[in-house]
């Protein structure tokens, strides 16, 4: 009680400063309001202090994770503010478009898992990205039939498909906002006019990418200016940006599917190097699409998120599913049969992922039967040995369509951001963002870059004459990897999670479930702890501890960098954030 009469005394406080913000849309630095500028920064200080000391942050009212800073600033505006969860994600969003660019943006898409509060309902929003009517399955070939090499068809139009996220951020609020829209990009337009300074993680993304991102001129020269790549604490303005924002704020998505800012994407996509196949028609028809949970028993948790086509949730489900009859908790993380086992379950999930998951409004998935509870039992019955499974294939869960599929190699990259947000009024988001690869096609329009998603469809459209379920069709949506969660216990949440990194996502989301739920980790601990990820055989490690006992189990094994960003958030008496030490990010509560 002492706490919500605090946050309602904020709230007034703030009210008539922001009011205003929100009528005009206009930007307005924190400074300007001042007591939400005091409220933040003591927040600020303290999430930071957290997560230098590998502590979750505490919060009873609201809490949002994200992967900047300035993000995370502009979400907890909105929640302190009253806002919703949807809400503060639009201006999370805005503000990631600007100061993670290579990650995520209006030019790109997402998937959104959506637990609301009043009805403890769950429901995904599908703000995938949609190949051309004009893409066939020969999109990614060359004149021979051969896949292209992969850069030579991410950079330029070729690879765009017509974003969602514009889309996404308006659905979402008008299903469940409760501030004016306007007034949530206020924060994105101040920081793209006033400038923001480069992040060392940007700096670090431009100078790796500085021969690709030199290939289309409006790219080159915001991120190489005079020639040279962005360098860390450079502050960047961005007033295409900031008038694309005002735009989004006065007239909704609209002008992005139909209208100037859609014109400016066709054009730019059309008259690129590695020209692509966009119209007019294609922005115009896109929809942002409901779909049905997919959920997962899990020790007695429902694991749930976004179905087909993302391969997430069905592949977390199952690799969680699998490990159902194995005592995870008394091997504990330590021990190299517990790996053995979270290793092989996710191979076999990843061959089922690579030959039936597919966008399945163009090929039947069988969603069902793939996180059916004695099909994952029989599955996971193949784990009972001592060593790595010499091979592994995919399964026959129960499917009502007899179709034979090929197996699709996997192509996906790590860029990507996840943002998960809890509100005042007990709802809770989990939505992960892309563009794909960092900085997308390359090709900025409007101050933001369009994605390269469709290189997330299979390159072959057939594998010895067996053809391939992710093939490109048109219209259709690619595969992803993406795997915002909710987990549910009773109905309600226990824990919300998604993190970026390209199909790694899959064992990084489910490793965290598994460190939460099964060896009792916090949040933070769950989220820092070193990755060891298995997806075709080669088991990939973050550190080299367990190296030697893998090694003798059969695991080929590569010690690498692997980075996600994982963001979580979990439910108990209070809520408890985490953050990612591996990216930028913070979680930021009240
Ligand atoms: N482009 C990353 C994914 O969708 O999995």
Not at 133 to 149: F, M
Not at 564 to 586: V, Y
Request: charged share 20%; aromatic share 6%.
């Amino acid at each position: 009680m002492k706490s919500l009469l605090r946050l309602s005394a904020i709230a007034m406080a703030l009210f008539a400063s922001v009011t205003l913000a929100q009528e005009t849309a206009d930007g307005v630095a924190p400074e300007q309001t001042t007591a939400l500028g005091g409220v933040t920064a003591g927040i600020l200080a303290a999430s930071q202090a957290a997560k230098e000391a590998g502590q979750p942050v505490e919060a009873e009212n609201w809490m949002v994770v994200a992967a900047h800073p300035l993000a995370v600033k502009a979400g907890g505006r909105v929640l302190a503010e009253g806002g919703t969860a949807a809400d503060a994600m639009v201006a999370v969003q805005a503000v990631l478009g600007l100061v993670e660019p290579q990650s995520s943006g209006l030019g790109g898409g997402a998937f959104l898992v959506w637990y609301d509060g009043d009805t403890g309902q769950l429901t995904t929003l599908d703000g995938r990205e949609k190949a051309p009517l004009a893409a066939t399955p020969r999109l990614l070939q060359d004149d021979t039939g051969e896949p292209l090499k992969f850069f030579d068809a991410v950079v330029g139009g070729l690879s765009v498909g017509v974003p969602g996220t514009p889309l996404l951020m308006e659905d979402a609020h008008l299903r469940w906002g409760k501030a004016k829209w306007a007034g949530l990009f206020s924060e994105a337009i101040y920081l793209a006019e006033d400038g923001f300074s480069v992040s060392p993680r940007m700096a670090a993304s431009v100078a790796r990418d500085a021969d690709r991102l030199a290939v289309h001129s409006e790219t080159a020269a915001y991120f190489l200016p005079d020639g040279a790549p962005l360098q860390a604490g450079h502050v960047l303005r961005n007033p295409a940006y900031s008038d694309t924002l005002r735009n989004l704020a006065a007239n909704g998505a609209s002008p992005f599917y139909r209208g100037d800012v859609s014109d400016a994407i066709v054009r730019a996509v059309r008259g690129a190097d590695n020209p692509g196949l966009l119209t007019p028609i294609d922005m115009a028809l896109y929809r942002v699409e409901e779909r049905p949970a997919v959920c997962a028993p899990y020790r007695g948790n429902q694991v749930c998120g976004m179905g087909p086509p993302s391969s997430g949730a069905l592949a977390v489900g199952q690799i969680l599913g699998q490990l159902e009859a194995y005592d995870l908790a008394a091997l504990g993380p330590g021990s190299a049969e517990a790996w053995r086992l979270i290793g092989d379950s996710s191979r076999l999930a990843f061959a089922d992922r690579g030959r039936y998951v597919a966008d399945s409004d163009f090929v039947p998935v069988p969603v069902k039967g793939m996180v059916d509870a004695a099909y994952m039992g029989e599955r996971g019955k193949l784990l009972a040995g001592d060593d790595a499974l010499p091979e592994v294939s995919a399964g026959t869960p129960e499917f009502e369509h007899a179709l034979l599929w090929a197996d699709d190699e996997d192509r996906a990259t790590p860029s990507t951001s996840h943002i998960t947000i809890a509100d005042s009024y007990g709802n809770v988001l989990s939505m992960t963002t892309t563009i794909e690869n960092g900085f997308g096609s390359r090709v900025m329009v409007r101050g933001f870059l369009l994605n390269n998603e469709l290189t997330d469809f299979s390159f072959r459209s057939h594998r010895d004459g067996v053809p391939v379920a992710n093939a490109v069709a048109p219209g259709k949506r690619p595969r992803s990897s993406m795997a915002p969660t909710i987990v549910l216990r009773d109905g309600k949440p226990v824990l919300a999670v998604g993190s970026p990194g390209g199909s790694r996502i899959i064992p990084y989301v489910a490793k965290t479930i598994i460190a939460h739920l099964d060896w009792g980790m916090d949040v933070q601990q769950a989220v820092s702890l070193p990755h060891l990820a298995n997806r075709f055989g080669t088991y990939d490690l973050e550190e080299d501890t367990l190296q030697g006992a893998l090694e003798d189990m059969g695991y080929e094994v590569k010690v690498r960098g692997l980075n996600s960003g994982l963001h979580a958030i979990s439910f108990g008496d209070t809520m408890l954030g985490g953050a990612d030490p591996r990216r930028e990010g913070l979680a930021l509560g009240e």
